[in-house]
């Protein structure tokens, strides 16, 4: 829970954040180490200086630092931890749902692990859904569009074996899709982020909820254009918030257009830890105000009753969580950590 | 992001050079980007190793790059052969074997990019240049409180006759927006309007507004490029960011002060002649 200056609580649901293990141990292949120093590289070109990590502490995360970083420095209320696997890249995969689940055990009722699957491994995928569902009885799921699977660089929303694992979610009540369209990782012509897919997926699966991770950016203005004409995509903060420290006016333009498109109850807030942590970039987003030059062209303003909605209630009406009842349930079961 | 060891005048000529050749997506220089990391001559050949933010950078950015790199080379009329090398990259191999004529540079390119056309790669990016650099110079106008009419109604001479010295921005992209609509032929004559779409169509003052917002929205997405490609390039090498510093002595021996500021057109009346309002 945030805590505002005048002593009102907000509640916070972190909408991305990993469980990963990027340590050379886990590296398969000179992509593998790619991937983790990239993230690095996110992480130290955006955080304050006083936030820096060193390399071997963003590889991996023990379970104890998760909880610390999230719930007891960070203001994180709940979060939710999102599946990447990276087969060809990582041996055991990046971060996955059963070492989530482990982590989300210590303290229950923190944690939503969402899985995720690929849907170009076919008839498996649909069984990994049907595993996933039953195991460990998931709300949500991560797609990751570029993952490279043998000769495949990458695959679109629209695909029919895709078409195929959304109907299944659906019938399963897997309702909330979240969609990594971000920063490139391997973009080509033919680029595996570009989100123009999202716009038929939307349409034709009117009962999911399509989140875009990163709203596209660097492609900003296609998101908008889609998540305006479709009631059922909403955009993540997560690798636009950054921002807010180091180009403060640059972050004031893209939730100004975010604002302005698609409107206050569709934008979520995710840290995307580990790459960033919460605290600062709650504390830093509370105290945030639209510069008045960008905020009169574009009629917006971040108020704090719109900001609490980003920063928790939005995403709780997604994934069904009764911010009252949560609240209550969280105050009797303060975070416990097991000795490593 | 240092400089490369630049030794003799045929290898300064090539790096003036290269000052043209820019990032497609963020439309600065590699020189200045800290991209070029090696740069020899030997007896008439050229060599340029050259280095991205990241081991993902796009491929076709690559590949632009790395041919506007050859082209810089081998334009010097003693250069008689220019070897291009990208390091560390995905895709080095193969866009090293494509730039140095090991294979068709085209048809790699259009197998690596879904059968896109390097020529039309290029036009889509000097259009976003194009608007990018308008852009800059039109807000420096709105920030001096020229009004919608007048921003529209400027012509050419004009826009020549700027003073946008208290504009840092506008006044630094001025010259590089001049380059483009005069090379491309948007305008030619003095009377021509200074600020068109980029299919030379004048811009009527109450359209204005909503072709800025389209400009902003396109700067936003690059600037997003930049951001990210600064971010990684400092973590990946940890070299120091000299961005901002004062010039030192290779500075001023490789001609990069001020590295922007050269008209780059011979074209119309000087770019700093003293204030005009149109």
Known sequence: ??????????????CHTHFWNGSPENQR??????????????????????????KEKFEKQTVEQVY???FIDGPDDMAIIQSTYLKDFYKEGFSSIERSTQLAEVNPG?????????????????????YMKETFDIKGVKMYTAEWNGDSKGWKLTDPSAYKCFELCEKLGIKNIHVHKGPTIRPLSKDAF?????????????????????????????????????????GGLAVALPFIHSRPRYFAEIISELLFWIGPEKILFGSDYAIWTPQWLVEKFWDFQIPEDIAQERGVQLTDEIKEKILGLNAARLYDIDVAAKRAELAQAPIRIAAE | MGLPQIKGAQAREVWRRLGAVTDPELDEPITDMGFVERLEVRRGEVEIAFRLPTYWCSPNFAFLMADGIRRAALAPSWACAAR???????YAERVN??????????????????????????????????LRRQEAVIRGLIAMGWTHAQITGLSLAGFDALNLSNQPEAAMQKPRYREILVADGLALLPDDPAFVTWRGDPLPSEELGDHLMRLRALRINMEFNGAMCRGLAAARYKEVDRSGEEPELIDFILGRVPPREQPASTYGASPDSPGHRG
Not at chain 1, 1 to 14: H, N, Q, S
Not at chain 1, 110 to 130: C, M, Q, T, W
């Open chain 1, 110 to 130: 923190r944690f939503i692990v969402n899985g995720s699957f690929d849907p170009r491994d076919g008839e498996k995928a649909l069984e990994y859904i049907h």
């Open chain 1, 194 to 234: 570009a989100v123009g897919d999202v716009d038929d997926a939307a349409t034709d699966f009117l009962g999911l909820n399509w989140i875009i991770e990163h709203c596209g950016l660097p492609r900003l203005d296609d998101f908008c254009w889609i998540a305006t004409q479709e009631s059922n995509v909403y």
């Open chain 1, 68 to 70: 610390r970083d999230l």
């Open chain 2, 97 to 130: 074997a494509a730039v140095n004529g090991d294979q068709s540079f085209d048809a790699v390119f259009a197998e690596m990019s879904d059968g896109a056309d390097l020529s039309e790669l290029r036009e889509t990016f000097r259009e976003k240049a194009f």
């Open chain 2, 84 to 90: 291009v090398v990208l390091l560390d990259h995905c």
């Open chain 1, 29 to 54: 292949n000179v992509h593998g180490k790619q991937f983790i120093d990239c993230f690095y590289a996110y992480h130290t070109g955006l955080s304050p200086k006083e936030q820096l990590w060193e």
């Open chain 1, 1 to 14: 829970m945030f805590k505002t200056p005048d002593g009102k609580e907000i509640f916070v649901l972190d």
